[in-house]
């Protein structure tokens, strides 16, 4: 609690989301004729005065002059208003009961709508000061009390002056009114308040920028409703990740910067410095050397399904946990393949290219259905299984292959070894995951095994193929043909050559590792990943994380949360919960976690503690990270 400071806050557009007299006008005029076109002008003119463009006097005799509101209309004014109050200010409503005798609302609106919103926060009538309506007899809003200061103009500073207030006066406001208190010398600092509207000469002359009320009490060590203010959390979002996950995540009120192309390590290195939550698909390599300068990193997004990209170790180790969407492409990969199935069975890729060609080569030869085939699938997990179900239900006869039990779906007949599923099928679809071990899988050994004619298709990952083996077994005919979306070196960008042993070769079909790329799933992942950050910066909730024990938390009511990520050694549990007795600290739920490498302890402990608790559990030995949840 700081006795010495003042807090004078500005009204319309800070301490709620609008400007009152725009909203009146919607009220007044709902039956005009001409309706939309005087409320357009009404708000061009508050704006006019917002950037110091005309007097603001003027501006208030044009507006009124415009809104031709009754007396009647304040009332449902004030509902509308109700629901209109600027959500940080919303959120830290303890704030300002708390501090409300510090607390001035200077307002040139109007008393009679500002007093019943501002009171019901605490803050004290007599600390209210904003202009009054005149009406007729009628009722009719004819005008203002034209001898109130801040009817003038100028008003502001002029009222500040009369006021004498004693102490650090901070001013908050949207407004270059507001402003003015500071340039003449009534407020100690200006805070420009971003969250509703930005002016540029308005920032131009703060001392901060506050995108909300959180970062005010941020600033001021006084923050109570969220632990660090989501303005500061940067989001940097990499490889043209759907523009839905931007959106999603500037509603949130992060910084989003968003990049094409992948970077490289050196590049990622420098950009990362100051992010908080990182955005990937396959192409960025987020190595331990990269995450040696993830000083502010919290969350780290695979907006794709392989995570083999990231270091995942190193990431639970720092206390990072990673997130994917499992299943957001997985339809969109099985419908590439089936595709491909049915366009090697009939010798396509290669009649295609003849016929832009010129050559006309009507022809059955090597031209199969699918109907009857035997299909190998290689890796039955959620791409696997979705595809034996499908391809089933197109005639094929399907076998798959996994290192672990599967349940297997349909009429689906598991094969005991991988040189069984290559000797049996005709089809070859791999689908394994990217972990390092499955590094050239399918070898010289594998692809001799395969019986001869048949056709090989990989949408999983690069390494997992030798492709001088792969060509080999092309241009001896042991295969007839393949398709291959993926690749151990791919281009960072649209704009880099694509080079492969593959290029060229007869029934090849070669695609750009676009298996997942539908404007459906990339819009899905956009709409997923997003939530698992959000959700997991504001109740710790780990749900879907790759690296991290898995905990959905319940929402925190009237509580604090403490997290603490530590390396999974016995006995820390027990450390943290004797450190709470000790300061009497009372513990409403607990979760608790662990991985091979880090245990995850959740407490949510009642309202009052003292806060050196918080630098004990910080010490605690094991400690990766601890945070506290308000
Ligand atoms: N081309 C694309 O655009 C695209 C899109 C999505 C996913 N993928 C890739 O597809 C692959 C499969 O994705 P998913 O969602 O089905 O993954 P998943 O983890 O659900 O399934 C992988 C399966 O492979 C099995 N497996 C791993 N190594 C094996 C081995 N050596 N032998 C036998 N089985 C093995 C696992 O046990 C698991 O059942 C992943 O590599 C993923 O990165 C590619
Ligand atoms: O979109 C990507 O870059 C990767 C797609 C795919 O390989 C995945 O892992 O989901």
Known sequence: MKNNQVYIIDFDSTFTQVEALDELAKISLKEHPRQEEISREIEEITHLAMRGEIDFKESLERRLNLVQANEENIGELIQVLKNKISVSFARNAPFLQEHAAQIYIISNGFKEFIVPIVTAFG?????????????????????????????????????????????????????????????????????????????????????HITPSLDEFLYLHHMNT????????????????????????????????????????????????????????????????????????????????????????????????????????????????????????????????????????????????????????????????????????SLGFDVYYYDLIEKLPLGNVTKCNSLEELLQTCEVISLHVDGRPENKNFMDEEQFQQMQKGSVFINLSRGHVVNLDA???????????????????????????????VLKGLPNLILTPHIGGSTLEAQENIAQFVPQRFIKYINTGSTTNSVNFPNLQLPVLKNAHRLIHIHYNTPGILAKINELLAKHQINIDGQYLKTNEQIGYVITDVNKAYEKTVIEELKGLEGTIRFRVLY
């Open 470 to 500: 792969l060509k080999k077994h092309l241009i001896n005919g042991n295969l007839s043909g393949a398709a291959i979306d993926v690749y151990p070196v791919e281009p960072k960008t649209n704009d880099e050559a694509f080079e492969s």
């Open 123 to 207: 803050i004290l009538e007599s600390h209210v000061y904003a202009n009054t309506f005149v009406t007729n007899d009628q009722k009719d809003i004819v005008g203002f009390d034209e001898s109130n200061i801040l009817a003038q103009n100028n008003g502001k500073p002029k009222l500040l002056k009369t006021l004498n207030l004693e102490g650090d006066i901070f001013m908050i406001g949207d407004g270059y009114n507001d402003y003015e208190v500071k340039a003449a010398g009534f407020a100690n600092k200006f805070y420009a308040f971003t969250e509703n509207v930005t002016r540029e000469n308005v920032i131009a002359q703060a001392d």
């Open 225 to 392: 409703s969220l632990s660090y203010p989501k303005n500061r959390i940067k989001a940097l979002l990499l490889e043209n990740i759907h523009p839905s996950a931007q959106a999603i995540l500037e509603k949130e009120g992060y910084q989003v910067i968003a990049h094409p192309g992948a970077m490289d390590e050196e590049e990622l290195k420098e950009k990362i410095k100051d992010v908080s939550i990182l955005g990937i698909r396959s192409k960025t390599q987020l190595t331990q050397e990269v995450l040696a300068n993830a000083k502010r990193l919290i969350a780290v997004g695979a907006f794709c399904i392989g995570t083999n990209q990231i270091d995942l170790e190193a990431c639970a180790k720092k206390g990072i946990p990673v997130f994917n969407a499992p299943y957001s492409n997985t339809r969109s990969v099985v419908e590439l393949a089936i595709g491909e199935m049915i366009l090697l069975l009939r010798n396509l890729p290669d009649k295609m290219q003849q016929m832009h060609q010129g050559k006309w080569n009507k022809s059955a030869a090597k031209s199969y259905e699918i109907r009857g085939k035997k299909l190998g699938i290689i890796g039955y997990g959620n791409i696997g299984a979705q595809l034996s179900v499908l391809a089933e």
